[in-house]
């Protein structure tokens, strides 16, 4: 059973801070109008007032679901990521979530309307998150701040809880400049439901019911839902996965049947069919316009809703999706979508012109397998996971941290921004998701599905275990793991092969790709796995968009040439693979490069090329490339 599941008191589920005294309400102002500013701000002092800080585990749903995930991820607290994922992540908190001014973040909820249409949906972004990386960190700094915005946007909630950016003419309808409205309302009910999870901040609980209480009053008794949102209402349907969640976290049915609502509206005339295309097309290209970022958005909410009613038509449509996107509209970086949508069949143009692998679509992307992985425990998800933090997700992510790209070519240059866009607010919640996917359990095992230094901290039967893992990756395929229990534990440990690392031998097992399972048995503290794996470069053959070109890896890294680190070369358009050409390890101190033989366009001589990550490329504003002509 699910520890999250079972109803049990958690030390967060209070209505009162420890730090007053029981019974203190931090809230009591919220329920009158809104006072005028002076008294706002007051109102929020004494809301910030305490400073003590509990431990990051998220209060217990209350309603478990009839379609028990089959692996259970860790809390982010209960796990650390070191290496060179663990830099990225770092960085994302250090050099984005910790010191990006919310000010402007939550302007248009202070006074509306907002400056563009979908101003509303970054705070709720931003709130989801950090508190996942202040559950990560546990820094009191990103602490104090999460208090702060999560109490200055539930301020300006409305009496009849709109907590929205647009003036009252132009509420939840498709008016122009103003029809993103349920959108934004999502991601405010996303951002402070995980921030009450892991807070037991009650004024945040209460302002997500007042949210879902008016989306319910409105539809569809005002209007059906598809006439206040975008793509054939997919932007607005997409409040089906917080609605869910509203549900498991107060019991509420209320709740529940406005999310059935929503996928029975799917079929009304002009609606976008989701699940109807999905189990009979089964191709993502053919649901509603094809607009890829509101469509896995409505994904994600159907793998919650399956997970609670038990529904398997629902997550057919999931696992029906899924492997369309990966058979035919994924890119070797581990994203999709071309000008946003999905394209047609093996259709995936490189360069900047194509608007490609939009970030909001490479994070959601990510969401959509963090909830097959907990639902099926099919390791792909696992593997598609790790294909998107290592390439996409990371190469639209500035390496120091702070900016990201909006769409990042294969070839090209990127266009790393500053500014308030969508895939800025979307990029560090992937980035903040991915301790999550690094250790997970079910059916009595402990599972490892990372191969970077890294711990993970384990509840077996009320005894405390820590999986402590020291790696050479990505030099070499050698890691360890240190099994850390107060007392003998029994437990079965299963680690996950990527393709890219199979064969790998643990405790006398070999295995291929898939889950490697070690037998249970009685572990002791200070145990010992070592672990070895296959980590060497390799070349990926073109086919339809990219034939007669190839792609180089290393591990899970896609790689790329640029220009910045080939001073010697008039054009990388014109390199051409040798033959034999898999890369060879040139640095791994600091920075990743690799070494790799190509000939020029009309010569025959050899040269070598410096390739790095494809997250690497180009984060200097220069021209880069990950697919090279094939070598004759």
């Known amino acids: 059973m699910n520890p999250m599941e079972n109803g049990s008191p958690s030390f967060c589920d209070r209505s009162y801070d420890p730090c007053l005294g029981r019974g203190t309400s931090l809230v009591a102002a919220r329920r009158l109008p809104a006072p005028p500013l002076p008294m706002r701000k007051l109102a929020l002092l004494l809301f910030l007032a305490p400073a003590c800080l509990g431990l990051a585990t998220p209060i217990p749903y209350k309603v478990a679901g009839r379609m028990p995930d089959m692996l259970e991820p860790l809390d982010p607290s209960a796990v650390r990521i070191d290496g060179w994922l663990g830099a990225r992540i770092d960085a994302n908190v250090r050099s984005r979530l910790e010191v990006v001014d919310t000010t402007p973040l939550l302007a248009g909820y202070l006074k509306k309307p907002g400056e563009h249409p979908w101003i509303g949906e970054h705070v709720g972004k931003w709130l989801h998150a950090a508190t996942l990386a202040w559950a990560y960190t546990g820094d009191p700094a990103l602490r104090q701040k999460l208090d702060q915005v999560a109490a200055e946007l539930i301020s300006s909630q409305e009496a009849d809880g709109y907590l929205g950016t647009y003036v009252p003419a132009e509420r939840f309808g498709l008016n122009p400049g103003a029809d993103w409205d349920v959108w ?26 007042r949210i879902g209480d008016l989306l319910i009053a409105t539809f569809p008794s005002k209007k059906s839902i598809l006439a206040a949102g975008t793509h054939q209402g997919m932007a607005a349907t997409s409040v089906l996965e917080p609605m869910v969640q509203l549900y498991r976290v107060t019991g509420d049915p209320r709740y529940l049947s406005f999310a059935e609502y929503i996928v029975g509206s799917y079929d009304e005339p002009e609606g976008p069919a989701i699940v109807k295309t999905l ?35 629902l997550l057919l449509a999931a696992t029906n999706a899924w492997g369309d996107i990966v058979q035919n509209r994924l890119y070797v970086t581990g994203s999709a979508s071309v000008h946003e949508l999905f ?14 692998g939009e970030t909001c679509v490479t994070t959601t992307w990510i969401q959509l397998n963090l909830q097959l992985l907990r639902l099926t425990g099919n390791p792909a998800c696992a593997d598609e996971i790790e294909l998107s933090l290592y390439n996409h997700l990371a190469a639209a992510q500035n390496p120091r941290g702070d900016d990201w790209c909006y769409y990042t070519a294969l070839e090209g240059v990127k266009n790393y921004d500053k500014g308030i866009t969508c895939c800025h607010s979307s990029g560090p919640r992937g980035m903040a998701l991915a301790p999550t996917a690094a250790y997970l359990k079910g059916d009595g095992a402990l599972y490892v599905s990372t191969l970077e230094t890294s711990r993970g901290t384990f509840d077996v039967g009320g005894v405390p275990v820590t999986i402590e893992q020291t790696s050479s990756f990505p030099a070499l395929g050698r890691s360890e793991l240190v099994i850390h229990a107060p007392s003998p534990v029994r437990f079965a440990l299963k680690v996950r092969v990527p393709e890219w690392a199979a064969p790998l031998t643990a405790a006398g097992v070999t295995a291929g790709a898939g889950w490697a399972s070690l ?7 200070g145990e010992r796995v070592p672990l070895t794996f296959a980590l060497q470069g390799r070349v990926i053959r073109g086919e339809y968009t990219n034939y007669a070109r190839s792609a180089v890896a290393w591990g899970p890294f896609i790689l790329a040439a640029d220009a910045k680190n080939n001073p010697q070369l008039e054009s990388l358009q014109a390199l051409r693979l040798a033959p034999s ?28 090329v410096t390739l790095v990550p494809f997250a690497d490329a180009g984060s200097s504003g220069s021209e880069y490339r990950v697919w090279l002509r094939a070598g004759l």
């Not at 037998?519 to 503290?525: A, I, M, R, S, Y």
């Not at 040139?586 to 010569?603: E, I, Q």
């Open 184 to 209: 934004s309302h999502k991601y405010n009910l996303i951002g402070l439901l995980t921030y009450y999870r892991y807070t037991g901040n009650p004024s945040a609980l209460k302002a997500c019911q």
């Open 343 to 356: 394209s047609a069949d093996h259709e995936l143009p490189n360069g900047n012109d194509a608007h490609l």
């Open 581 to 608: 050409a898999d890369p060879a390890l040139a640095s791994s101190n600091g920075a990743l490069s690799f070494t790799c033989k190509v000939r020029g366009l009309w010569d025959t001589d050899l040269h070598n």
């Open 279 to 313: 189990l009979t097309v089964k191709q993502v290209n053919q649901v509603a316009n094809g607009k890829a970022y509101e469509m896995l958005s409505n994904l994600v909410g159907l793998c919650e809703l399956a997970r609670v009613t038990g529904d398997p038509k």
């Open 519 to 525: 037998p249970e048995k009685t572990w002791h503290d």
